[in-house]
């Protein structure tokens, strides 16, 4: 099945319920006026005589009630089956959204079908010569590891929407 395009309306038309849900004292650090979709966030880069490039799903600039900035990159990426490769490209994104905008970002990735403890924080380790130089931690969603008990919210759209994901019980 197809879930790029789905999930993407419903999160750019719920951004706030959907902030509300999974991630409540971020959602209340946000000053919900302020926030600004960008589109089509491309970002590339050339290293080494290789040229890399990536499109962000969304990307949503916000204003903090505290007065900063900040990047919030939720990503919705559908693989099944899983691969190795996806904590080095959440990597890759952040680098470059980092490298364009130079503002914090966080990063959320949304899992439909992959069974993954919820909201346990993912991360991609650079290890050069047995020495950790590099940790990149972002929150993954796994839809079916949440059951619709915890997470149905009779005024969430989103809930409505994710529970055909969850554990039903």
Known sequence: MEYDSPFKRLLKTF????????????????????????????????????????????????????????????????????????????????????????????????FPERQVKPFEVESYRETPFGYETLIYNYFHIGLPGLSVDDYWDENNPVSWAFSAFMDKG
């Open 15 to 110: 951004f706030r319920p959907f902030m509300e849900l999974f991630f409540p004292q971020v959602a209340k650090r946000i000053k919900w006026d302020s926030i600004e979709f960008l589109d089509k966030e491309e970002q590339s880069q050339e290293a080494d005589g290789q040229f890399f490039h990536r499109t962000a799903d969304i990307v949503v600039k916000v204003a903090t009630l505290d007065g900063g900035e900040e990047l919030v990159l939720i990503h919705v990426e559908i693989e099944n089956p899983w691969r190795s490769i996806f904590p080095f490209r959440m990597f890759e994104y952040f680098a470059l959204l980092w490298l364009s905008h130079g503002l914090p970002i966080f990063p959320i990735a949304i």
